[in-house]
């Protein structure tokens, strides 16, 4: 017979979403902090990720050396312990080698934990921007940031993906009361600028239409001063890399993304194919905007543009999919269906566990996360829209609550 006590206090149903998001943040931190701590234990772990090709440009730069000089890359970071056949380079713009240029005073080992801790802190303090941004919704919505697994990628193999990370958390949190800092912080942005083609589109005929021309001045000011000291680092680095460019073969290589796939569906040989999806994703772009000028909002426009620019990019790498994330987290503060926060939590694990499965990040089995994230915002979108119609007192940016256990579950 039930209590007085069991009436008064019904028991909570069961919530998987809650359930599958505990299990893909445990699972993440475990892993991570796994790879982190044996990092400086197994040297052929230093030399094996992307990293060492961060370091070994460093050290070119310092001895005044070539940075895409074949043989003394090859040299480099084969007795870094890097595995690989030929030689690895860095493959951003020249006014990226200031970054890497301080890693040239160190040894691999020593370098590169603190290179993945730097990675981490880029993580950590774009997310709470992001967060903060988005109006402070619930602490899940942090906790899904902080674990993106493109994201964490980037920590692990010690990319450069999270620096564009910041660059858009800081554009969204300042392009209104600071612009000429949101304008400075695009130019972690043009460390790669093929990810942001239709997005770039837009903000430059937005800039003209909104006459905001300080962020345009805060761009050109960062720009120029990257310029500088690459000038001043390495005065030979732009005829190195535009040399390196015509003979690096990158145009011949396989990367997981929609587009180098239509390219080897359609014809391998036609190297122009993989920039018919980012023309086109431009020209939609421009409708999108045009349509919506007046209103023209980044954050609630600016979302979709950042992931239909990953989803048409020429190439695409999964951790330069961190660019999802302000799209994810916004649309994740906002949700109500608890099956839309199990699909995305179901995603989070399926990456994390497909390393066992797939050697190699260069595998087609990595082709599904950019559509993927795209079309889960479309179905979250339209789901909080939909809550929002069946309560007109409820606005589009209010934020609603990702989990609280003392609220009622709705499903």
Not at 347 to 353: I, K, M, P, S, W
Request: glycine residues 6%; contains cysteine.
């Amino acid at each position: 017979m039930a209590t007085t006590s069991d009436l008064s206090h019904p028991r909570r149903r069961f919530d998987y979403a809650e359930f599958l998001i505990a299990t893909a943040f445990g699972l993440a931190i475990t892993m991570t902090a796994l790879y982190l701590g044996l990092m400086p234990l197994l040297r052929a772990y230093s030399g094996s990720r992307d990293f060492v090709v961060y370091w070994a440009t460093g050290q070119q730069l310092v001895h005044h050396a070539n940075p895409y000089d074949p043989a003394a890359m090859g040299h480099i970071e084969h007795a870094a312990g890097y595995t690989g056949k030929g030689s690895y380079y860095m493959r951003n713009p020249p006014w990226s080698l200031p970054l890497a240029f301080p890693l040239g005073f160190v040894g691999t080992r020593l370098a590169a934990l603190p290179w993945s801790l730097l990675m981490l802190g880029l993580l950590g303090i774009s997310v709470r921007a992001l967060w903060m941004t988005f109006g402070r919704p619930a602490i899940g919505v942090e906790l899904l940031g902080y674990v993106f697994p493109p994201a964490l990628i980037c920590v692990v193999e010690g990319q450069t993906s999270l620096f564009l990370l910041l660059g858009l958390a800081l554009f969204l949190r300042n392009h209104r009361t600071r612009p000429f800092l949101a304008g400075a912080a695009l130019w972690f942005c043009t460390l790669k600028p093929h990810l942001f083609l239709p997005f770039a589109v837009v903000l430059l005929v937005w800039i003209a239409v909104s006459r905001s021309y300080r962020i345009l001045l805060g761009a050109a000011a960062s720009m120029t001063a990257s310029c500088l000291l690459t000038e001043w680092i390495d005065p030979s680095a732009w005829a190195q890399y535009i040399a390196w460019g015509r003979t690096s073969g990158i145009s011949r290589e396989f990367i997981p993304c929609l587009s180098v796939a239509l390219r080897e569906l359609l014809d391998p040989a036609a190297k122009w194919l993989v920039f018919v999806p980012a023309a086109l994703a431009c020209a939609w772009a421009l409708i999108y905007f045009w349509r919506r000028r007046h209103g023209w909002d980044w954050i609630e426009h600016g979302n979709l543009l950042m992931l239909v620019s990953i989803v048409a990019a020429p190439y695409c790498w999964l951790y330069d999919q961190s660019l999802a994330l302000p799209a994810l987290m916004c649309t994740a503060g906002r949700v109500r269906s608890r099956r839309l926060l199990a699909v995305l939590a179901s995603a989070y694990l399926l990456l994390e566990l497909q390393p066992f499965f797939s050697s190699s990040l260069a595998s087609a089995l990595y082709l599904w996360p950019a559509p993927a994230w795209l079309v889960w915002y479309l179905a979250a979108r339209k789901s909080a829209a939909d809550v929002n119609v069946s309560q007109p007192e409820s606005k589009f940016h209010s934020v609603a609550p990702l989990y609280r256990l003392e609220e009622p579950v709705i499903r």
